[in-house]
């Protein structure tokens, strides 16, 4: 009974997914997965077009989406507000995701948020994409965000407020600027 036992366990070890590595998260400052096809903003219907595998979670208190990551350690997560993509995370459950993350992208950036907390950060030009990193007692959530350098291609060659911003002036009544 004892050696029935002790070889069920050793079979489940066997199939059981490995914990994340570095190789999992990859070089590139990107949500993993296939999740960097992914934008906040669009709509969930092109989400799952872009990402097949993509499946609504019945279990989750919030409207979410779920991607098997194919490791043990990770839950891949598309967070939806009324139909739209709101964020993508990794919710990872190991105390040591810092410190992988810091070993795959290099040193993080480390400022303040408005309530004066640490807030850990990567971000990356060539992908588009910045990782925040915030660790509660159990569980890291490294939470991707759209990210772009704001450059003088953005604003154009003056420096004016972009678009239809550029017809108000300072003073102007509401009607008119309404109009």
């Not at 907390?117 to 925040?132: D, I, M, Y």
Request: proline letters at 7%.
């Amino acid at each position: 009974m004892q050696f029935r036992c002790v070889l069920a366990l050793a079979l489940a070890a066997c199939e059981a997914a490995p914990a994340a590595s570095t190789e999992f998260f990859g070089p590139r400052i990107e949500p993993p997965g296939g999740l960097a096809k992914v934008q906040p903003g669009m709509s969930v219907a092109e989400a799952k077009k872009l990402v097949p595998n993509l499946r609504e979670d019945p279990r989750a208190v919030r409207d979410q989406m779920t991607l098997d990551s194919g490791v043990s350690d990770v839950r891949l997560e598309v967070r939806v507000d009324s139909g739209t993509v709101a964020n993508i995370v990794a919710v990872v459950s190991n105390n040591g995701t810092r410190d992988l993350l810091q070993r795959v992208w290099g040193d993080p950036q480390i400022t303040r948020d408005s309530l004066g907390q640490p807030e850990v950060t990567w971000a990356s030009e060539s992908t588009g994409w910045k990782a925040k990193l915030d660790c509660l007692e159990r569980n890291c959530v490294v939470e991707y965000v759209p990210y772009h350098v704001l450059t003088s291609e953005f604003f154009g060659a003056h420096v004016v407020p972009p678009g239809d911003l550029n017809k108000l002036r300072l003073g102007m009544k509401v009607a008119d600027a309404k109009k």
